[in-house]
């Protein structure tokens, strides 16, 4: 005998989570109420790698091409097809996607930021993070073949404007 429960999760059943449903089932979340709002979402995260690698990314020399470039790229794509890669965001028309890298020299790093923008009714941080991290996972790609010892971190949402949340700020 099967329960019918409104597909909207209280706070008290699954702890705020919108994905589950009353009875604890993965459903994707109801924007159909919602209002249009232009939506922003920037996020950032880095690649940390040895002072020959970043050399090589700055220089050009890479035996695959333009690292940075070829990232930047990738990153777009990424954010556009986010509700390919993860199960229950909504399929997006996005109005906006840049990507940008900075190079630390310091730290022997490169930091991607994201910022994607829609005129829609649900929030654009997902493409952000996606564009992230396959941008820097495309630098790994990039470079792999002289330095396996990468690290990606801190990938993370940095701000979010727009929607009846309001605006957030890490």
């Known amino acids: 005998m099967s329960s019918q429960h409104d597909n909207t999760a209280s706070s008290s059943d699954n702890q705020g989570l919108t994905h ?8 994707m979340v109801d924007v159909g109420a919602k209002s249009e709002t232009h939506r922003v979402a920037v ?12 050399a090589i990314i700055q220089s050009g020399t ?3 091409g333009d690292v940075i470039g070829i ?9 556009k097809r ?3 890669l993860i199960p229950l965001c909504h399929p997006l028309a996005l109005t906006r996607v840049t990507v940008d890298f900075t190079i630390d020299r310091a730290q022997s790093s ?4 994201a910022q994607v ?13 996606t564009a992230v991290q396959v941008g820097l996972l495309t630098i790994y790609d990039m ?3 002289v330095d396996r010892g990468m690290v990606m971190t801190d990938v993370r949402v940095q701000e979010k404007r727009g929607g009846k949340s309001g605006d957030w700020h890490a």
Not at 20 to 27: K, L, R
Not at 110 to 113: E, L, Q, Y
Request: glycine content about 8%; charged content about 25%.
């Open 20 to 27: 589950f449903d009353a009875d604890g089932q993965a459903h």
């Open 43 to 54: 996020a950032s995260g880095k690649i940390s790698m040895k002072p020959e690698t970043l």
């Open 62 to 64: 890479a035996k695959k």
């Open 71 to 79: 990232a930047r790229v990738a990153a777009i794509m990424a954010a």
């Open 82 to 84: 986010t509700s390919d």
């Open 110 to 113: 490169v930091r991607c930021t």
């Open 117 to 129: 923008e829609t005129f829609g009714k649900t929030g654009v941080e997902m493409e952000a993070l």
């Open 143 to 145: 470079c792999k073949a």
